[in-house]
């Protein structure tokens, strides 16, 4: 048997993830420590997951309480965990109707799947959705899907699915007609920069709806669960999409995804037109009963409030490395940093400093804290930047 974990992973198991060069030993809050000792302040979350941090007690009381009583028994039987919580997200968001499944890309492709069966009822085929988007793996996430990375030579995807400029009004005015069934979208993009839907474009794309009749899909994969401070992101545009696709920080730390709508457009999967086997799973369903719980009891104020703070000691850095920082986007604890040069670099300086944190959009340093960050450790935080951008000059790391 080879030494480390990454000598073994590179043995064994397919090369596809840009793993950092971390071997974990335990998490704890927001802190992850590696089989040396080595602490890191983790504002990556899990990738916005660990929506509480990590091991939270309150989490692993009721996975415990859980496991002694069954693990697995599938959804031919009634659940008190998956009516506990689709009672809690229904009565938190006001729809009527909850699907669980177990990850994000599982949630679009059922949200497709609702979609076309709404399309066949009103004879209308095309789907749109947005350069920049992110849906997930699978062939109908994909289809909604531009970058060529996650795309090359995987054709042929789905029919009738067009993918057009974000936040460009004529040419979603353009895109829509009468045949239009569904638009999909991140209102706040994460894979894409954290980039966030503009107010007049979706005003715009509401007023689209009215006139051609069309489902409007929000992908809250990322955004959603409290994490930028309300309960999903769209709620600060006061809309109301047509289905919503949940996954990540719902589980708190255990694969679950959701679809939430309305009654209408849940009659639509009618007995046996869907499924899933672990969906719904009774661990990662007692576990968002207390992520929805620990929501509302102070948690999504606090991803608020930290997050005005995070935005704020952004802004010093940006004041101080103009030369690096151009922007500041996104919010509560969904936010990134817009760099003149790659982000790789910055992430890797992190890392020796102590911080986990993540590229994305090649040039945005992205920063997804657990709800439950601190002042402390966003202090903490503002110090390894400095410090990090401080190393990149100094080792005259490109601008530009
Ligand atoms: C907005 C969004 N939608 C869908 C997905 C896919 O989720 P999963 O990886 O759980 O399939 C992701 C994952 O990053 C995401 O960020």
Redo the contacts with the bound molecule.
Sequence with gaps: MKNTLIEREQEVMFQNYRRLPIEIERAIGSEIFDISGKRYLDFLSG??VNALGHSHPGIIEAVKHQVEKYLHVSNFFYQEPQIRLAELITEKSGYDRVFFSN??????EGAIKIARLWGHAHNKHQMIAFQG??????YG?LSLMDKPIYKENLGPFLPNMSVIPFNDIEALKQAVNDDTCAVAL?FL???GGITHADPAFVTELMNLKDHFNFLIIA?????GVGRTGSLFFFDKYLIKPDII?M??GIGGGL?L?AIVTNDDLAKLIDKGRHGTTYGGNPLACVAGIVVMEELYKGVMNNAREMGCYLKEVLHQMMDAFPEYITEIRGCGCMQGVVLTCESAPLVHELLLNGIIANATALNVLRLLPPLTITKAEIDEFGVALKQSLQTLISKGVPKG
């Design positions: 990738i916005a990850s994000g890309a599982e949630s679009f988007g992110f849906h997930g793996r699978t996430s991140e993009q994460g894979e992908d809250e994969v990322q955004s696709v996954a990540k694969p995804g």
